[in-house]
């Protein structure tokens, strides 16, 4: 069987659009409102000929912010649980959140392999945005733009070393 890698973050920060572009198909719904719920969507893809499934953890709806917490946690669980390797999402717009250092102590303590991606850095030349995430502890940030397409391969590369 093809190994998994679960997309896991919090609403809104790019997963479907992340995830749209790595399989190079529109399959997940790429919503502005954050918390529309989503059932969770599979697809495939192959990278320096590794052949992978991914999943998009879409269903989080949010009602408040510790419901939002509860939710953000359960989906990541769910993920870890299935996943051979987690592809962790952050939005260096929003900058890092207490839901991104909920999501990534989960993560960690998984001890499945992770990888960063920082998205929504549109700009390639300013590139300061990554720096706080280092302060999560799950190694180099990879930069990336979902909807630009910058830095998907990177992410792509790094992934696929870990499957
Ligand atoms: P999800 O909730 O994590 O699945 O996020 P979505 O993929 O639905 O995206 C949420 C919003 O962020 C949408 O309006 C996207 O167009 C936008 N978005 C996604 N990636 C980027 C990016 O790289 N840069 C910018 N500026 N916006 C993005
Ligand atoms: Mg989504």
Sequence with gaps: ARPIVAIVGRPNVGKSTIFNRIIGERLAIVEDRPGVTRDRIY???EWNGKPFSIIDTGGIEIFDEDELLKQVRMQAELAVEEAD???F???????LTPADE???QLLFRSNKP??????KMDNPASTDEIYEFYSLGLGDPVALSGTHGIGV???LD???KRL
């Excluded at 999402?89 to 900058?95: N, Q, S, V, W």
């Excluded at 992770?114 to 998205?119: A, K, S, T």
């Design 89 to 95: 999402i952050a939005d260096a717009k929003a900058g």
């Design 102 to 104: 909920t999501i990534a």
């Design 114 to 119: 992770i990888v960063l991606g920082v998205n």
């Design 158 to 160: 790094e992934l696929v």
């Design 153 to 155: 391969g990177d992410l």
């Design 85 to 87: 390797v987690i592809l």
């Design 43 to 45: 697809g495939t893809a």
